[in-house]
């Protein structure tokens, strides 16, 4: 329902700003205003977009956590995308998401109503809790993890010569 309120109320309020500025400055400054936020824009994603492939790579490269860098181009992205939309109002919402510290704010929001919403609907889909989440059980006894096999070479079998392939 509120998806279908910003498809609504966005251009609404883009065209009563393009009415208001308009009629202060002139046609032409805001044609050009307009142009102008489209064009800073577009130099200051290029910049911020690089910065976070950059920042991407580096975690990756050095087996960090990627999901903030992500998380980060990921709002770069939508940036990019209300930035080069024609507007007062969604220029300002680009700029603002081109400020880290508002990216930051956002992401840590939003990213706590994600985990409430997906371990919830997790739980109501199949009736557990999900595994490792705030209310599993004490008995479940499933554990996750990876192995490596350090035999020496020379216990190790060779393929094909064993009793049940061997031939007498």
């Known amino acids: 329902m509120w998806i279908f309120l910003a498809l609504v109320a ?17 046609l032409w400054p805001t044609i050009a205003t307009v142009i102008l936020t489209a064009l800073i824009g577009t ?7 690089f910065a976070a492939l950059n920042d991407l790579q580096t975690r990756l490269s050095e087996g960090r956590d ?9 709002m770069i992205l939508i940036a990019g995308i209300v930035l080069l939309t024609p507007g007062f109002f969604t220029d300002a919402i680009g700029f603002l ?30 009736g557990h809790p999900p595994h490792g989440g705030p209310h599993a ?30 031939k007498p």
């Not at 966005?10 to 009629?23: C, D, R, S, T, W």
């Not at 990627?66 to 990921?74: E, I, K, V």
């Not at 880290?100 to 889909?125: E, L, N």
């Open 137 to 166: 059980s004490p008995g479940n006894k499933t554990i996750d993890g990876d192995y490596q096999d350090v035999t020496p070479p020379e216990e190790q079998e060779v393929p094909g010569n064993s009793a049940w392939t061997r």
């Open 97 to 126: 998401l081109l400020i880290p510290p508002v990216r930051t704010a956002v992401i840590t929001t939003v990213g706590q109503r994600i985990k409430i919403h997906a371990a919830s609907h997790f739980q109501a889909r199949t």
């Open 10 to 26: 966005v251009p609404i309020i883009e065209i009563a700003l393009f009415i208001e500025i308009g009629g202060w400055i002139g």
């Open 43 to 49: 130099l200051l994603l290029r910049q911020q977009g």
């Open 66 to 74: 990627p999901s903030s860098a992500l998380a980060h181009g990921a």
